[in-house]
């Protein structure tokens, strides 16, 4: 969950890789460094903390070298410290890492008697190229290539021989490593928005892959150090798109532009005039393998990306009567689950990169499943190894809380239960021509709740001080809650947890006291009534409740201290309504607290560690 940026031109590498870094500061903030080579000499700076630390330290005397790397660090092994921020140097190897290396223990012994300069594990990799070299290998290339086969685990790596300033090395398991074109220079990047300032054309490496990167070639490698040909993609994002266009923080504006994104998630799959919809990426997968061959439907994924699986579950479960399993990736991949070449699995992330997701897509490939994905970012790991693909289309989402992926989550997981009702026999043209109908219009409903977040913020205001709060809701709304908890414990450090309703009476109301805020989920839906029993039990014990209803559903307004309204539709849209109000209290409760709402503690973007 690191950022690393490398660069090889004509012009200074220390700016282009400041800046670089800044745009991947959301995946690691506990400490930043880079290395730039300067006529023959190896510069490096280091320093605790976020990236400015290290500008500030770095001050005015920038290096004028033309070839450096450089990284932004979310602690893994080691606590953040100038002595355990990348890059590291043993010898003439120079390098930064994103991953994790699972037998270091045991390199370590090998290696050096254990004696390292730091607590992390990516020193060790310095010490095995170091190692190779001493040993008399034929290059520098080669060095690595061998030091490589030793390591078990994950890594992104960029890699300097400070003997040579025409080169820098890029190697990837497992974690993700991009390379950008340039004219008369070339980059490497973790993830994209590192290079949308200074190119377009890239090219993303595979597992066991490395390039080889000069100022006007770069050379791709396999695994057995055969150069291979890659195919050049073109990204379409503007560098515009990872800007706060205004806002105090990228979360506000993320929530901010959910209508959009869901438009465009929406976008030429639910064709209003013929009142149809169209998955074609799905159309391939079930014109070769017959949708009732497959006799298990797993749905994995983690954190806010799980929520949306559960709600998936609520919604293909009853729209298109298919049986749903859900699981968290990190616990499905060591439970030995039935996986076989019946089996359709669906998983979800908003990067593509999640390690543990990630894992489960290799494992169950390995066992003949039929694997899909929902994603946010084009081309990531995810998608590259997965059958077919739903692109969520939210754009860069640079906050390290989910807002606008998890609505568009939500969106296509929809489409999907309709998609599969309707390939089952489940759903007639009516139910399909309804529901395309009242997509059409989400986008204008999901502005109409957006305008409403100055009420939001008073409510934020009045509760500013609190520390534990309870979200309750029943059915497809439980997730939701859920996720609404978790966006609080996420970004403003307030205790949070989601209940379902009905279970508050199974113990956990013991925790409500006078004053306990509760936010109760209550759309117009099978269960309203029920949650309004619910609300009437938390209120009894003297909590005070902030209720999610329809408008014009006047019940809440003398039984809840304050209710926020979102417009009336469909049952199974409104959960995405719902999901708005959340997020807002969410933000305005963490800024109101001058907590670091776009880079929370502990917590990192891209998860790409176990």
């Known amino acids: 969950m690191c950022g690393i940026v490398g660069y090889i031109g004509r012009q200074p590498a220390a700016p282009i890789i400041f800046d670089s870094l800044k745009k991947l500061e959301y995946r690691g903030y506990d400490s930043a460094g880079m290395a730039i ?20 330290k770095v001050g005015d005397q920038i290096p004028s070298g033309t070839i450096g790397i450089g990284h932004t660090r979310w602690a893994t092994h080691g606590k953040p410290s100038e002595a355990n921020a990348h890059p590291h140097r043993v010898g003439r190897v120079v390098l930064v890492h994103n991953g994790i290396v699972e037998n270091y223990h045991s390199l370590k012994i090998k290696l050096n008697g254990g004696r390292l300069l730091s607590e992390t594990d990516t020193e060790i990799i310095c010490h095995a190229i170091q190692y190779e070299l001493e ?28 003997n040579d300033p025409t080169r820098i090395y890029a190697a990837k398991r497992g974690s993700p490593m ?8 070339n980059f490497i990047a973790s993830d994209i928005p590192a290079l949308l300032s200074h190119t377009r054309q ?20 396999d695994d057995a150090g055969r150069e291979i040909q890659k195919e050049v993609r073109s990204i379409e994002w503007s560098p515009q798109m990872a800007e706060k266009g205004g806002f105090k923080h990228f979360m506000e504006k993320e929530i901010s532009e959910q209508p959009r994104a869901v438009e465009d998630t929406l976008r030429g799959r639910i064709l209003k005039g013929s009142q149809t919809l169209d998955l074609h990426p799905l159309n391939e997968i079930f014109q070769r393998k017959d949708f009732s061959t497959f ?39 060591y439970r030995e689950p039935f996986v076989d070449n019946k089996t359709l699995m669906l998983v979800i992330s908003q990067s593509g990169e999640t390690a543990d997701t990630l894992a489960c897509v290799q494992e169950a490939k390995k066992r003949g499943a039929t694997i899909l994905s929902i994603c946010n970012v084009i081309e990531s790991s995810i998608p590259r190894q997965c059958h ?40 007639d043209r009516a139910y399909i021509q309804k529901a395309v109908d009242a997509l059409s219009k989400l986008p204008h409903k999901m502005q109409e709740v957006l305008q409403k977040k100055d009420q939001v913020l008073a409510i934020a205001q009045r509760f500013k001080e609190f520390q534990d709060f ?35 009476k199974h113990g956990p109301i013991a925790l409500i006291e006078p004053g306990t805020p509760v936010v109760a989920l209550a759309p117009k839906d099978r269960v309203c009534e029920k949650m309004i029993s619910n609300i009437e039990e938390v209120q009894a014990r003297g909590a005070s409740v902030i209720a999610v209803a329809t408008e014009g559903d006047l019940r809440f307004e003398k039984l809840c201290q304050d209710v926020l309204y979102v417009p009336e539709t469909l049952w199974y849209i409104t959960p995405i309504l719902v999901s708005l109000p959340l997020q807002l209290l969410a933000y305005y409760l963490a800024d109101l607290k001058g907590t670091d709402v776009d880079q929370p503690r502990n917590l990192a973007k891209s998860v790409t560690v176990e």
Not at 178 to 185: S, T
Not at 404 to 425: D, I, R, S
Not at 473 to 493: D, F, M, T
């Open 37 to 56: 080579l300067q006529q023959g000499d190896l510069i490096i700076h280091r320093a605790e903390g976020k990236l400015s630390q290290l500008i500030d």
């Open 135 to 162: 040993r008399g290998a034929s290059s520098f290339l080669q060095a690595i290539r061998s030091a490589l086969h030793t390591i078990e685990g994950t890594y992104a790596l960029a890699i300097l021989d400070a």
């Open 178 to 185: 991009v390379v950008g074109l340039g004219k008369g220079e």
């Open 202 to 221: 890239v090219v993303f490496l595979e597992d066991d892959e490395m390039a080889v990167v000069s100022v006007d070639k770069i050379s791709f490698l």
């Open 295 to 333: 006799n298990r439907f797993y749905l994995v994924a983690c954190g806010t990306s799980w929520h949306s699986a559960m709600a998936g579950r609520y919604l293909i479960e009853a729209i298109a009567r298919v049986p749903v399993a859900v699981d968290t990736a990190s616990e499905f991949r």
């Open 388 to 427: 077919a693909t739903l692109y969520t289309h939210a754009g860069p989402e640079i906050g390290v809380a989910s807002t606008k992926a998890f609505t568009t989550q939500l969106t296509v997981l929809l489409m999907l239960a309709l998609y599969l009702g309707e390939k089952n026999g489940k759903l």
């Open 470 to 504: 309870y979200y309750i809701a029943r059915g497809v709304h439980y997730p939701i809650a859920l996720e609404g908890a978790l966006k609080l414990k996420e970004i403003s450090y307030i205790h949070a947890e989601g209940y379902s309703a009905g279970e508050m």
